[in-house]
C-alpha cells in the first residue's frame, strides 16, 4: 500500500517525536510533545465540519519540516546533536524523498563555498549536529566548519 504525502509527514513527525523522548532538554521535550501528537491533531482537522484539505495540512507540515533545523537551533548544546540525528533518521526512514530539497541547497552553498544568509546557516549548522561524530565524515565536517567560521566572522 502506498502511502500518501500526509500520512509519510505524520510518521515522520511522530518518529522523531518518539526518537527525542528521553532527551533531557526542555525545548527537545516540547519538540517530542508537539511531535508525538501530530497524528491526532491531524485527526481532528480532517473531521471538523469545514476540515482543509489533506493537501493543504501536508504542505504545512512540509514546512515545518523545512523549518525545523532553526527550531534545533533552541535546543541546548549537549543535547542539539541527538535531536538533529533523530530528525535526520525519521526523515531518511519515513520520507527519503523530502531530503533532496535541503541536499541541493546544500551543495549550492558548499559549491559556491560561501553562507549567504541566515536559513543557509542553520543548514549547514543542523547538517553538521546531524553528521558530528561519524569519521566517515570528517572532511565534509571541515569543510562545513569553515562555512559556518566563516559566515560567524561576518555578522
Known amino acids: 500500500m502506498k502511502l500518501?504525502?500526509?500520512?509519510?509527514?505524520?510518521?515522520?513527525?511522530?518518529?522523531?517525536?518518539?526518537?527525542?523522548e528521553a532527551i533531557p532538554d526542555p525545548w527537545a521535550q516540547k519538540l517530542h510533545r508537539n511531535s508525538?501528537?501530530?497524528?491526532?491533531?491531524?485527526?481532528?482537522?480532517?473531521?471538523?465540519?469545514?476540515?482543509p484539505r489533506p493537501s493543504e495540512i501536508a504542505?504545512?507540515?512540509?514546512?515545518?519540516?523545512?523549518?525545523?533545523?532553526?527550531?534545533i537551533a533552541a535546543v541546548g548544546a549537549q543535547c542539539r546533536?541527538?535531536?538533529?540525528?533523530?530528525?535526520?533518521?525519521?526523515?531518511?526512514?519515513e520520507y527519503p524523498e523530502f531530503q533532496s530539497r535541503d541536499e541541493k541547497r546544500l551543495d549550492k552553498v558548499l559549491?559556491?563555498?560561501?553562507?549567504?544568509?541566515?536559513?543557509?546557516?542553520?543548514?549547514?549548522?543542523?547538517?553538521?549536529?546531524?553528521?558530528?561524530?561519524?569519521?566517515q565524515f570528517e572532511a565534509l565536517l571541515r569543510k562545513l566548519y569553515g562555512l559556518l567560521g566563516a559566515y560567524e566572522l561576518r555578522a
Open 81 to 93: 546533536p541527538a535531536v538533529a540525528k533523530a530528525f535526520n533518521s525519521a526523515i531518511s526512514t
Open 36 to 51: 508525538v501528537d501530530t497524528g491526532s491533531w491531524v485527526a481532528g482537522l480532517l473531521a471538523k465540519d469545514s476540515a
Open 111 to 135: 559549491t559556491r563555498g560561501k553562507i549567504r544568509t541566515e536559513s543557509e546557516f542553520y543548514l549547514v549548522r543542523y547538517r553538521v549536529d546531524a553528521l558530528e561524530g561519524d569519521p
Open 59 to 71: 504542505s504545512g507540515l512540509e514546512q515545518g519540516l523545512r523549518e525545523m533545523p532553526d527550531i
Open 4 to 20: 500518501t504525502k500526509l500520512q509519510k509527514l505524520v510518521a515522520v513527525y511522530e518518529r522523531f517525536g518518539a526518537e527525542i
